[in-house]
């Protein structure tokens, strides 16, 4: 107490005063008071201020006895227990900063009959105000396999006496996530359960940092030595209580060289400084903790330092976070990097953290909408009112459904988004997904790439279309009425063409005597006339009628065309001396009588336009060439002036006048006419002199189909 032995009793008063400035003299005369009036042995702990102005903790003891005059006296002992009551409130804070809560089981002879849970465990796992019945209760585990292996795990420290522990995972509060440290002390007597006990503590820190705790925490020392954090305690007089194994393991200063000793001057001059600031600091702003991240460059590492002061000293909590440092820098480092080629594209780059509802995008967007956002968009929300009205349900709808599928990892959209001016740009998004280990979606990135050139083009191209198909519409119908004005016309012009011949040779008959030879003349001229008026409009029917006419297919041999081609021109190629060959035949499945018109035209032109110094030589081939069939009509006639080759299929073309060579001039118009209604095409190669091959070639059509 401070005082001499021999002034106590002159002091007496003094005494009480320093016991009521403790806190506890109503405590301790309660205690004295029903030991005097039960004669029993009187016990109890208090507090006291000592003369020097300092809170210490007594522990009293005493038999009392009753004297003849009715007065009771002690026989006591008085203890200063200061120390261990230090001890106890500095467990209780390690065991607060270590997320610890300690549970006992009720026994009621050797069986458990209720337990008692500290209200750091109720806290740490956020039950309800209801006091748990046992773990089933207090636990809310995250599936049966874990709570069958719990429940086999009580059974077993039931059995014998021991130690046990084991990491579980529980929820808790709102199914947050959590990993805890069970640790069961059984203490058994003659297989008879007389004690139950233990602690649990949150490891879920350490589970996601790959740092579980290794050895259960049952009292001061195995707690700290137990946790990954250095830790290290001085009282105030500066003297290290304690120093654990990781702050051996961090710092590389044995355990032995530090308890016992002045903190000081253990640490390099750097990391001395840094302390002393630390805990002036805590000072200055009257609070009893203070966590700081600084690099010590004395170990060459970051540490997290936690400092917490009590009433006998100061208590050090310090990790070594250099690698999170390191990874957070390049992690800077990376950002910068992203940031920097965001604004260096053309394409607007985003970044969306779903986490923590941070949306990022890059100066793309003001380029192509040319708004001064600056920083202003920093969520998705905000992006909405830049997105076209009709198109913002279809967005959102979309990304919602792509967060929500779990196999989903990439997306793309179309959309518009408004610029100046009132006017609006097209866009394609394309994201990536990213998802955490339980597929919750927790960030998304991409880019915008501005498609309103393209948009604009397709545009123009659809409207192009539009009207082509419109044109081509029209154009069918004209040609449409063309031919049928054709045929109508060229069938009403036979009868009178008809009555001019028939007239015109009546008149030369009658009345021959009476004309002269001009007269004559001019008659023969005008029944030339009319013939040749009459094989234009034959031809011009016939071409007419192509285009009319239904392709009928049939099955038949290439000889069934040539034998009666060769009996209708007879005349004619007898007269020439011509001679027409077959290189090789084929049996065909297409339309018989256009190709005989086909050929007829083509072999009849190779007479008409042959040299008058050579007999005519026709040389005829036909090729199966797999998807089509390939015809060639070869002569040795006049052959055609390159410049002539790609006109001569025009209707009424022709190379040669009429009274050197007789014609229409819609023989090959009606040829190309029918090749292409067959689904062909037809061209012509030719030497002047030498002669002309005409080619053309048609689709094969599947027999075996047609006639299934």
């Known amino acids: 107490m401070g005082i001499q032995p021999l002034r106590s009793r002159v002091t007496i008063k003094q005494i009480w005063e320093g016991i009521k400035a403790g806190g506890d003299a109503e405590k301790l005369q309660s205690a004295i008071l029903q030991s005097s009036k039960s004669l029993r042995r009187f016990s109890s702990t208090w507090r006291y201020l000592n003369p020097d102005g300092r809170i210490v903790y007594h522990e009293g003891f005493g038999n009392p006895s009753k004297k003849h005059d009715g007065s009771v006296v002690w026989d006591s002992l008085i203890v200063d227990v200061t120390e261990r009551f230090e001890l106890a409130e500095m467990a209780q804070n390690i065991a607060k900063i270590a997320r610890i809560g300690s549970w006992e089981a009720i026994l009621k002879d050797g069986v458990i009959a209720d337990y008692r849970f500290s209200k750091n465990l109720i806290e740490i796992l956020q039950a309800d105000n209801q006091s748990p019945i046992d773990f089933f209760n207090l636990f809310q585990f995250t599936d049966h396999k874990v709570k069958r292996h719990f429940s086999r795990f009580i059974k077993k420290a039931l ?189 607007i780059i985003w970044d969306y953290d779903l986490e923590n509802d941070r949306f990022f995008i890059g100066e793309g967007f003001q380029r192509l909408t040319g708004y001064k956002i600056g920083n202003k968009i920093t969520s998705l929300e905000e992006v909405r009112k830049f997105i076209f009205e009709e198109d913002v349900d279809k967005i959102f709808d979309g990304l919602c459904q792509a967060f929500q599928s779990p196999n989903e990892s990439n997306f793309q959209q179309e959309f518009r988004i408004k610029i100046k001016n009132d006017e609006y740009a097209y866009v394609i998004n394309r994201g990536t997904i990213i998802r955490n280990r339980s597929g919750v979606v927790i960030r998304a990135l991409g880019s915008m790439t501005d498609i309103t050139y393209q948009k604009n083009y397709e545009k123009s191209l659809q409207t192009l279309n539009e009207n082509l198909k419109k044109k081509a519409f029209e154009l069918e119908k004209s040609n449409k009425e063309l031919e049928q004005f054709a045929y109508v016309a060229s069938h009403d012009l036979q009868e009178p063409l008809r009555m001019v011949n028939s007239f015109m040779g009546l008149l030369k008959k009658r009345y021959k005597d009476s004309l002269d030879e001009r007269a004559l003349t001019y008659i023969d001229f005008a029944v030339q006339g009319s013939e040749q008026m009459k094989a234009i409009i034959f031809n011009l029917l016939e071409f007419s009628k192509v285009q ?27 007269l020439k001396g011509a001679t027409i060959s077959l290189s090789n035949s084929t049996v065909l499945f297409s339309n018989k009588s256009m190709l005989f018109q086909v050929f007829q035209n083509l072999i009849s032109n190779a007479l008409k336009y042959s040299d008058s110094e050579r007999e005519p030589q026709i040389d005829i081939s036909v090729k199966d060439e797999g998807e089509h069939y390939l015809f060639q009509v070869k002569d040795n006639g006049l052959g055609i002036r390159e410049e002539y080759l790609d006109k001569i299929f025009a209707l009424f073309s022709r190379l040669h006048t009429r009274d050197k060579i007789p014609g229409t001039g819609l023989g090959l118009a009606i040829v190309k006419k029918i090749v292409e209604k067959l689904g062909g095409e037809i061209w012509v190669n030719s030497t002047v002199g030498v002669g002309s091959i005409f080619s053309f070639k048609i689709p094969k059509n599947d027999y075996e189909n047609h006639i299934g």
């Open 159 to 347: 059995l014998k006496s021991g130690s046990f522990e084991e990491d579980f995972s529980v929820f808790v509060g709102e199914k947050e996530l959590k990993w805890i440290h069970f640790v069961v002390k059984s203490e058994c007597h003659h297989s008879q359960l007389i004690r139950f006990y233990g602690y649990v503590q949150d490891v879920t820190a350490k589970k996601l940092s790959e740092l579980q705790i290794q050895n259960a925490l049952s009292e001061k020392n195995k707690i700290l030595e137990s946790i990954g954090d250095g830790f290290f305690a001085v009282n105030w007089i500066g003297q290290v209580t304690y120093w654990n194994k990781s702050a051996e393991e961090l710092i590389q200063i044995p355990r032995e060289d530090c308890l016992g000793k002045s903190i000081w001057p253990l640490f390099p001059v750097d990391t001395r400084k840094k302390f002393t600031r630390f805990l002036r600091q805590i000072q200055e702003k009257k609070s009893s903790h203070i966590h700081k991240q600084d690099f010590f460059q004395d170990f060459d590492k970051w540490f997290e330092v936690n400092i917490y002061i009590s009433e006998v000293g100061f208590s050090v909590f310090f990790t070594d976070i250099t690698k999170r440092k390191l990874a957070e820098e390049e992690i800077k480092q990376s950002n910068e990097r992203f940031v920097k080629i965001s604004n260096a594209t053309n394409d």
């Open 548 to 574: 009319q006419e239904d392709v009928t297919l049939s099955l038949f041999d290439f000889q069934e065309i040539l034998e009666p081609l060769k009996i209708n021109l007879n005349k004619e190629i007898k």
